[in-house]
């Protein structure tokens, strides 16, 4: 990604994000549910972010593994946060979830962090839509891997962007 595109509106939020302080208070105050369940942000740079999830009382389903939507939870926050990132600054963007599928490939139990490496696309059509005033849709892959690295699950996200 250039670094033209790493504005000083997204470098700080990712200040602000990478507190742990502050990112707690930030879920505490619009992600309720991603506080309860202990979501954690790992690392955010303006290509990927990484957001972990923990196997606890909150986050298991009967079979002693982390419930499904806890984890699609930390999958879509993953690619929500870069959204975040890139919408400050430059003009209001509303931004949407259009789209959700997963494929689940273990069990997840242990922590389970999801990687999102799709920043720059996020990047891009947040621009091409402010540039435009037209709706742009962008697909995020976040993958999940427990502790020994092996894939737990796949999500794929489909963001929409539309400059107000």
């Given at each position: 990604?250039?670094?033209?595109?790493?504005?000083?509106?997204?470098?700080?939020?990712?200040?602000?994000?990478?507190?742990?302080?502050?990112?707690?208070?930030?879920?505490?105050?619009?992600?309720?549910?991603?506080?309860?369940?202990?979501?954690?942000?790992?690392?955010?740079?303006?290509?990927?972010?990484?957001?972990?999830?923990?196997?606890?009382?909150?986050?298991?389903?009967?079979?002693?593994?982390?419930?499904?939507?806890?984890?699609?939870?930390?999958?879509?926050?993953?690619?929500?946060?870069?959204?975040?990132?890139?919408?400050?600054?430059?003009?209001?963007v509303s931004m949407l979830v259009v789209g959700l599928?997963a494929e689940f490939h273990k069990k997840a139990v242990?922590?389970?962090?999801?990687?999102?490496?799709?920043?720059?696309?996020?990047?891009?059509?947040?621009?091409?839509?402010?540039?435009?005033?037209?709706?742009?849709?962008?697909?995020?892959?976040?993958?999940?891997?427990?502790?020994?690295?092996?894939?737990?699950?796949?999500?794929?996200?489909?963001?929409?962007?539309?400059?107000?």
């Open positions: 990604m250039p670094a033209t595109l790493d504005t000083p509106a997204a470098a700080a939020f990712r200040r602000q994000v990478l507190s742990p302080l502050q990112l707690r208070l930030f879920m505490l105050r619009r992600l309720p549910m991603a506080w309860l369940a202990g979501l954690r942000l790992t690392a955010l740079s303006p290509e990927a972010a990484t957001v972990s999830i923990r196997y606890k009382y909150l986050t298991q389903n009967p079979f002693r593994s982390i419930y499904f939507a806890c984890l699609a939870m930390a999958a879509e926050l993953a690619s929500g946060i870069q959204a975040l990132m890139w919408t400050q600054g430059g003009g209001p599928t242990g922590t389970v962090a999801f990687e999102c490496a799709d920043g720059a696309a996020i990047a891009a059509a947040v621009a091409e839509s402010r540039a435009t005033g037209q709706g742009r849709t962008v697909e995020a892959t976040s993958t999940g891997r427990d502790e020994r690295g092996d894939v737990v699950a796949v999500f794929r996200v489909t963001w929409s962007f539309r400059a107000k």
